[in-house]
């Protein structure tokens, strides 16, 4: 089967080296912030089609969406909010922002709260598959994106990284812990568990390995 397959749809096992990489975490070229703010974007947007899809969202997706439940705010607030206090746990743990770090906790939920508008809803199950795989695929191209300019971690992958260290655990295992932490919470306060839950947690890691390779080689044609 794997003969028939181009080599260049096989996930990534790294994340390549690219011409718009950035070698600081707050200097950067045009190039590299107009791709780091694409890749963001897209972030958000499949976040949003996976929300808009009704049946199950992305852990930390769930975890705003109970509190918007709880609070009234609008998903896109508390994905910034959410953000903004992952990120005040870095400053104990001794972990260094970028400018990536900062940009991705706004347009993120900028993103999330505009295209939330955009999009339809569907109600019929095909649909609402196709609208999740859609979303998984759209997450996986702005990581392809985003994890390349090396402008920094996200709040959330900031904080396992740095717990990863300090605990000795495997960074598997340490994701897994809190990914079932905010999931459990967030269901608990009202956010959406379903079959995009668990499509995004088997998928997720494939569809950014896929992207990375994909986004690696097309630079080099």
Same mark, same amino acid.
């Given at each position: 089967?794997?003969?028939?397959?181009?080599?260049?749809?096989?996930?990534?096992?790294?994340?390549?080296?690219?011409?718009?990489?950035?070698?600081?975490?707050?200097?950067?070229?045009?190039?590299?912030?107009?791709?780091?703010?694409?890749?963001?974007?897209?972030?958000?947007?499949?976040?949003?089609?996976?929300?808009?899809?009704?049946?199950?969202?992305?852990?930390?997706?769930?975890?705003?969406?109970?509190?918007?439940?709880?609070?009234?705010?609008?998903?896109?607030?508390?994905?910034?909010?959410?953000? !903004?206090? +992952? /990120?005040?746990?870095?400053?104990? =743990?001794?972990?260094?922002? @970028? #400018? &990536? $770090? %900062? *940009?991705?906790?706004?347009?993120?939920?900028?993103?999330?709260?505009?295209?939330?508008?955009?999009?339809?809803?569907?109600?019929?199950?095909?649909?609402?598959?196709?609208?999740?795989?859609?979303?998984?695929?759209?997450?996986?191209?702005?990581?392809?994106?985003?994890?390349?300019?090396?402008?920094?971690?996200?709040?959330?992958?900031?904080?396992?990284?740095?717990?990863?260290?300090?605990?000795?655990?495997?960074?598997?295992?340490?994701?897994?812990?809190?990914? !079932?932490? +905010? /999931?459990?919470?967030?269901?608990? =306060?009202?956010?959406?568990? @379903? #079959? &995009? $839950? %668990? *499509?995004?947690?088997?998928?997720?890691?494939?569809?950014?390995?896929?992207?990375?390779?994909?986004?690696?080689?097309?630079?080099?044609?």
């Amino acid at each position: 089967m794997k003969k028939y397959i181009p080599k260049w749809l096989f996930p990534s096992k790294t994340i390549p080296i690219t011409p718009w990489r950035s070698n600081h975490y707050w200097k950067t070229k045009p190039s590299t912030f107009l791709i780091l703010i694409l890749g963001l974007w897209l972030f958000g947007t499949g976040e949003a089609f996976l929300l808009t899809a009704g049946e199950g969202i992305s852990p930390w997706t769930v975890f705003a969406q109970g509190i918007s439940v709880q609070t009234g705010l609008s998903i896109g607030w508390t994905t910034f909010i959410t953000g !903004v206090a +992952v /990120l005040a746990l870095w400053f104990p =743990l001794k972990i260094k922002p @970028g #400018l &990536g $770090t %900062v *940009l991705n906790i706004i347009i993120i939920s900028l993103s999330l709260e505009i295209m939330m508008k955009i999009l339809p809803h569907p109600k019929e199950n095909v649909w609402q598959i196709l609208q999740i795989l859609a979303g998984i695929a759209i997450v996986g191209l702005g990581s392809g994106f985003y994890l390349t300019c090396h402008m920094g971690a996200g709040p959330r992958d900031g904080l396992m990284t740095r717990l990863h260290y300090l605990t000795g655990l495997p960074v598997g295992r340490v994701r897994l812990f809190i990914e !079932v932490t +905010v /999931l459990t919470i967030g269901w608990i =306060l009202g956010g959406t568990v @379903g #079959l &995009g $839950t %668990v *499509l995004f947690g088997v998928l997720i890691g494939y569809s950014v390995a896929t992207w990375l390779k994909i986004v690696g080689k097309l630079t080099k044609i």
